[in-house]
């Protein structure tokens, strides 16, 4: 394994790996700035799930966005390992001359050696002793994981000698012209405002790490009292919007709603649009950070240090608790987080009532 820097004039193509959730690739797009920014020769690629690919699509700095269908598996062996062999063929007639995986999983170190790139970097991680050799350089992590996914992505630049400056670690998330225009329409059918709405996203892929419906809907109902213009949004899931019917049936005076009614991009448009965004912790508040959208965010089970909001006006509310962070699905494994059902309408409030005046 490799200690000295690259010298990225030697370098033509890059390719970035990450094999994670929506909020997990998301937070990778500052390294796609920062090492075109530092080397604007290079041509930068990435390959994420397909599922994912909207955290990426149409970022300045990606030259071509690759993805991997999790529903490959569904067409049976043959077809999967065709759609694989596909896959390695697009791949290897890019010619990369560094390959960039930052996710812990041998499909990375596979494709490290497959697609024999002059450099290679990776996380350090328990990859097995036929792993060994796939990486050039392995870039080390903070024992505790007690620095901002964002800085763990960047630290696999500076192993390789790239160190990225401050303006070089924005989030990138662009909508498109085509999603701005489609919300745009939907926010005038509801007699919406584009800068003058709080944007709230009670929910999250995983129950444990919402807010309990009655606290929300209270929330909402303080909020609107006091004359403010609100929206809903969540994703068009059973489960999701299961809680949002559960909220809005609490309310004293509904609200806008455009719950199950956005793609990835309109909701990034409409976060953007948002003079506030109070969520969280999932996706939508990392959306936030992108858009420059100051943010409230409301933390359980997950650590806020890790994975907080970014580079924005924003508050975390969370229960001082000494168990948390636990990263667990709720108490015990219970899907229900007690941090979570302890944090107390009123700060919450405050919390937002201090963006506010900061951002203001």
Not at 296 to 303: D, E, I, K, M, N
Request: net charge positive; charged share 20%.
């Amino acid at each position: 394994m490799l200690n000295d820097p690259i010298d990225l004039n030697a370098v033509r193509r890059v390719l970035v790996i990450k094999l994670r959730h929506h909020g997990d690739v998301l937070l990778t797009s500052p390294l796609f700035s920062a090492l075109q920014q530092q080397a604007p020769h290079l041509e930068i690629d990435a390959l994420v799930y397909h599922d994912t690919r909207e955290m990426l699509s149409l970022h300045p700095a990606i030259a071509q966005l690759h993805t991997i269908d999790r529903n490959w598996k569904k067409r049976g062996p043959l077809g999967q390992a065709r759609a694989e062999l596909a896959l390695l063929s697009q791949l290897r007639a890019r010619g990369y001359d560094l390959v960039i995986t930052l996710t812990e999983h041998n499909r990375g170190a596979w494709l490290a050696r497959l697609l024999a790139p002059r450099w290679s970097v990776g996380p350090q991680g328990p990859y097995g002793r036929f792993f060994k050799k796939s990486f050039t350089h392995r870039y080390l992590q903070v024992p505790g994981n007690r620095r901002h996914t964002i800085e763990i992505h960047l630290d696999a630049l500076r192993r390789i000698g790239v160190y990225p400056n401050e303006s070089q670690r924005e989030l990138v998330l662009v909508p498109g012209h085509n999603a701005e225009a489609t919300l745009a329409a939907k926010l005038a059918e509801r007699g919406l405002r584009p800068g003058a709405y709080i944007l709230v996203h009670p929910t999250s892929r995983w129950s444990f790490k919402s807010w309990p419906a009655e606290k929300m809907s209270a929330l909402i109902d303080a909020l609107s009292a006091r004359g403010e213009q609100l929206v809903l949004s969540a994703a068009p899931g059973e489960e999701e919007m299961a809680m949002i019917a559960d909220i809005e049936a609490r309310l004293e005076r509904p609200v806008a709603s455009l719950a199950g009614q956005l793609s990835l991009k309109e909701l990034a448009a409409a976060i953007d649009q948002a003079r506030l965004y109070i969520g969280v912790d999932s996706v939508p508040m990392h959306i936030a950070s992108a858009m420059k959208t100051p943010c409230v965010a409301l933390f359980g089970p997950s650590g806020d240090v890790e994975w907080g909001p970014w580079q924005v006006p924003h508050r975390v509310v969370s229960e001082p608790v000494p168990c948390r962070p636990c990263g667990n699905a709720g108490c015990g494994g219970g899907w229900q987080s007690e941090c979570l059902q302890r944090i107390k309408v009123d700060t919450v409030l405050a919390a937002v009532d201090a963006v506010l005046k900061e951002s203001a």
